[in-house]
T-cell receptor, first 117, second 113 residues
Framework: AQSVTQLGSHVSVSEGALVLLRCNYS??????LFWYVQYPNQGLQLLLK??????LVKGINGFEAEFKKSETSFHLTKPSAHMSDAAEYFC???????????????FGRGTQLTVWP | DTGVSQDPRHKITKRGQNVTFRCDPI?????LYWYRQTLGQGPEFLTY????????KSRLLSDRFSAERPKGSFSTLEIQRTEQGDSAMYLC???????????FGPGTRLTVL
């Protein structure tokens, strides 16, 4: 089974500062990779996804992530944090099996982002 | 397109009672997934359907849990003889196919007293 590690369960930044949320996965076969955001008492909203095309993926709300196969990483960044970015962020990957199990997502434990004014 | 909807949003029940949740996926989405999310954790996969066929079940889905998608549209998740450990947020997601983005509903928060 896949595993996803998100380093840092809590990240705090000042408004306008760089946001960096880390994600590493365990797989010898590059999977599909996703970042989702969850606001309090809501479901998950897709920020961006990597599906074996360009390694630098741009998403919504100014977020982007870079797939680095050699580091098995898919870190999420945003150049300038906004107060509205405060939420919980989840990295997720699909199973490397491209058969019927494709689509089942494995999630990290999440990183809570706090943005200070 | 109204997105994925789940009902109820909140459910409080006593230990030992049965509960049923409903998920309405985005229309024409063939795949429907159920996940469970406990406090401080990421969502964990429970099961998924391709149309009306249940193709995979996690080991987390004990025999007290059953899911159906009878007509390939909405799905229900039933938990029998609830236990306090079942308290969690139950999330439903749908996608057009296996390789496509999963869109999540708002979740049903279950509290077992």
């Amino acid at each position: 089974a896949q595993s996803v590690t998100q380093l840092g369960s809590h990240v705090s930044v000042s408004e306008g500062a760089l946001v960096l949320l880390r994600c590493n996965y365990s797989s010898s076969v590059p999977p599909y990779l996703f970042w989702y955001v969850q606001y309090p008492n809501q479901g998950l909203q897709l920020l961006l996804k990597y599906t074996s095309a360009a390694t630098l993926v741009k998403g919504i709300n100014g977020f982007e992530a870079e797939f680095k196969k050699s580091e098995t990483s898919f870190h999420l960044t945003k150049p300038s944090a906004h107060m509205s970015d405060a939420a919980e962020y989840f990295c997720a990957v699909t199973s490397p099996d491209r058969g019927s199990t494709l689509g089942r997502l494995y999630f990290g434990r999440g990183t809570q982002l706090t943005v200070w004014p | 397109d109204t997105g994925v909807s789940q009902d109820p949003r909140h459910k409080i029940t006593k230990r030992g009672q049965n509960v049923t949740f409903r998920c309405d996926p985005i229309s024409e989405h063939n795949r429907l997934y159920w996940y469970r999310q406990t406090l401080g954790q990421g969502p964990e996969f429970l099961t998924y359907f391709q149309n009306e066929a249940q193709l995979e079940k996690s080991r987390l889905l004990s025999d007290r849990f059953s899911a159906e998608r009878p007509k390939g549209s909405f799905s229900t998740l039933e938990i029998q003889r609830t236990e306090q450990g079942d308290s969690a947020m139950y999330l439903c997601a749908s996608s057009l196919g296996g390789e496509d983005t999963q869109y999540f509903g708002p979740g049903t928060r279950l509290t077992v007293l």
